[in-house]
């Protein structure tokens, strides 16, 4: 968690300007929603200690992408 704050938190006041945000939060949230998936794929698949015994590390490696069976 520790490394997906830091992410966060370097790049939050750039997402805010770009999506021209007022409020922190409202930014943050729209952060989260655009890129978390990407962040949790990262964290998931390369720095989490359980990533070869998670089964969803496991089919985040596989596939990259935990929504492709379920999104038509």
Avoid at 29 to 55: A, H, P, Q, V
Wanted: charge should be negative; include cysteine.
């Amino acid at each position: 968690m520790v490394a997906q704050m830091d992410v966060v938190s370097k790049h939050i006041d750039e997402h805010r300007y770009l999506r021209k945000m007022e409020d922190k939060h409202q930014a943050l949230e729209s952060f989260i929603s655009d890129f978390g998936w990407l962040i949790r794929e990262m964290y998931c698949t390369r720095i989490c200690d359980k990533r070869n015994e998670c089964e969803i590390a496991l089919r985040l490696s596989s596939s990259g992408d935990l929504l492709r069976d379920h999104v038509k």
